[in-house]
């Protein structure tokens, strides 16, 4: 046997994350591993070479890639280290998961379309449920098919309003072991992005409910991170509790997340009120990651003390991060974990809490008055 050379099952073990000889020779069969060469007594010896090849095959494979992209990375970048062009290879991993999420998501409202029909739009002729049998979720064949059902399906939307409560029931999951008031507070958010699969992105603390009732009540401080959030707010129904709107980034003209971000960091004024927030106030974070990275640190710090928060800044990577932090305190929280948020999202997290604590008076004369 050739010196330094290793028969496959040392290369299996070389290389570990769970490699097997079975699939060393499958790879060989799909041309991703050149075929090695033999010792007198015909077993494949493999190099140093071969085990670099390999740990990259296993390291593209744990990040998602199907092994036709990986042949096509190996045939461009044949010497590259596992560590070179990551950023590109997971850029093209990314675009590959969009595309999918895309097909998924035409499938998807092709289906919220026909099952989200009210009762009085529910039009379903013998034709469509047979184009329903047609329809097929890995491709957009199925699709093209129910365009031309459309027209004779949206006639009865003429008639009537939309009964958002009707569909909701149908597309919802099943809801049932959740509290009454998260039910509600969850089809708010839905109703409020128009995406059912932001479902499984809302995340509540043990307790949120409970803490957000107890600090409304007791005409708690309502702390938001711009102007914003603070018009969307349902203000006849705050102010009737008695509860005071603060905003920190405190600018009129400051509408996007990218503005509230940039802001937030130039003009120290707005980071030094923070700590002064009262205690067992309700912080509402919609746009800007760094003001939640900044609450995280106080909250951590024992700066503040927040009976709630209600965190979803939009961002792509200090968004994710400073939600991951804030489920890591003993603060109460609602967020929507990863990149998903925005204002819109925020203020009706809170507005749902608000709505399920007292009827929307009919007067606005609340507007008019001082919270004194």
Same mark, same amino acid.
């Given at each position: 046997?050739?010196?330094?050379?290793?028969?496959?099952?040392?290369?299996?073990?070389?290389?570990?994350?769970?490699?097997?000889?079975?699939?060393?020779? !499958?790879?060989?069969?799909?041309?991703?591993?050149?075929?090695?060469?033999?010792?007198?007594?015909?077993?494949?010896?493999?190099?140093?070479?071969?085990?670099?090849?390999?740990?990259?095959?296993?390291?593209?494979?744990?990040? $998602?890639?199907?092994?036709? !992209?990986?042949?096509?990375?190996?045939?461009?970048?044949?010497?590259? @280290?596992?560590?070179?062009?990551?950023?590109?290879?997971?850029?093209?991993?990314?675009?590959?998961?969009?595309?999918?999420?895309?097909?998924?998501?035409?499938?998807?409202?092709?289906?919220? $379309?026909?099952?989200?029909?009210?009762? !009085?739009?529910?039009?379903?002729?013998?034709?469509?449920?047979?184009?329903?049998?047609?329809?097929?979720?890995? %491709?957009?064949?199925?699709?093209?098919?129910?365009?031309?059902?459309?027209? &004779?399906?949206?006639?009865?939307?003429?008639?009537?309003?939309?009964?958002?409560?009707?569909?909701?029931?149908?597309?919802l999951p099943d809801l049932s072991n959740r509290s009454e008031?998260?039910?509600?507070?969850?089809?708010?958010?839905?109703?409020?992005?128009?995406?059912?699969?932001?479902?499984?992105?809302?995340?509540?603390?043990?307790?949120?409910?409970?803490?957000?009732?107890?600090?409304?009540?007791?005409?708690?401080?309502?702390? /938001? @991170?711009?102007?914003?959030?603070?018009?969307?707010?349902?203000?006849?129904?705050?102010?009737?509790?008695?509860?005071?709107?603060?905003?920190?980034?405190?600018?009129?003209?400051?509408? %996007?997340?990218?503005?509230?971000? /940039?802001?937030?960091?130039?003009?120290?004024?707005?980071?030094?009120?923070?700590?002064?927030?009262?205690?067992?106030?309700?912080?509402?974070?919609?746009?800007?990651?760094s003001v939640l990275v900044e609450v995280c640190e106080a909250?951590?710090n024992q700066k503040i003390q927040p009976a709630l928060v209600?965190?979803?800044?939009?961002?792509?990577?200090?968004?994710?991060?400073?939600?991951?932090?804030?489920?890591?305190?003993?603060?109460?929280?609602? %967020? /929507?974990?990863?990149?998903? $948020? &925005?204002?819109?999202?925020?203020?009706?997290?809170?507005?749902?809490?608000?709505?399920?604590?007292?009827?929307?008076?009919?007067?606005?004369?609340?507007?008019?008055?001082?919270?004194?």
């Amino acid at each position: 046997m050739n010196a330094g050379c290793l028969t496959i099952k040392e290369l299996t073990d070389a290389v570990g994350g769970g490699l097997t000889p079975r699939m060393v020779r !499958h790879y060989h069969q799909l041309g991703l591993l050149p075929q090695p060469v033999r010792s007198p007594s015909n077993y494949r010896l493999y190099t140093k070479k071969d085990v670099l090849r390999l740990q990259r095959i296993v390291a593209l494979k744990q990040q $998602g890639f199907q092994l036709n !992209h990986i042949r096509n990375i190996l045939e461009v970048e044949p010497e590259a @280290d596992t560590t070179v062009n990551l950023m590109g290879q997971l850029q093209l991993q990314y675009r590959a998961v969009m595309q999918q999420i895309s097909q998924l998501r035409q499938t998807a409202s092709a289906l919220e $379309g026909l099952l989200g029909r009210d009762r !009085h739009c529910q039009i379903m002729q013998a034709e469509v449920l047979a184009q329903l049998k047609l329809l097929d979720v890995e %491709t957009q064949a199925g699709l093209g098919g129910l365009e031309n059902l459309w027209s &004779g399906l949206d006639a009865e939307i003429h008639t009537h309003s939309e009964a958002f409560s009707e569909s909701l029931q149908r597309l919802l999951p099943d809801l049932s072991n959740r509290s009454e008031i998260e039910q509600h507070l969850i089809s708010q958010l839905v109703l409020a992005c128009g995406d059912v699969s932001l479902v499984s992105f809302v995340k509540l603390s043990r307790g949120a409910i409970a803490a957000s009732r107890e600090a409304l009540s007791s005409r708690c401080q309502i702390v /938001v @991170d711009t102007q914003t959030v603070a018009a969307a707010l349902d203000q006849t129904r705050l102010l009737h509790l008695g509860c005071h709107i603060e905003t920190l980034i405190d600018n009129p003209h400051i509408t %996007t997340a990218t503005e509230a971000e /940039v802001a937030f960091w130039q003009h120290r004024k707005w980071r030094d009120k923070l700590p002064q927030v009262s205690k067992g106030c309700i912080l509402v974070v919609g746009y800007a990651p760094s003001v939640l990275v900044e609450v995280c640190e106080a909250i951590t710090n024992q700066k503040i003390q927040p009976a709630l928060v209600i965190a979803m800044p939009i961002g792509f990577s200090h968004a994710p991060a400073a939600k991951r932090q804030l489920m890591q305190q003993e603060i109460p929280f609602i %967020t /929507v974990a990863g990149t998903l $948020g &925005g204002g819109a999202l925020a203020a009706t997290a809170l507005n749902a809490l608000v709505e399920s604590l007292i009827d929307k008076p009919d007067c606005h004369c609340y507007l008019n008055q001082s919270n004194s």
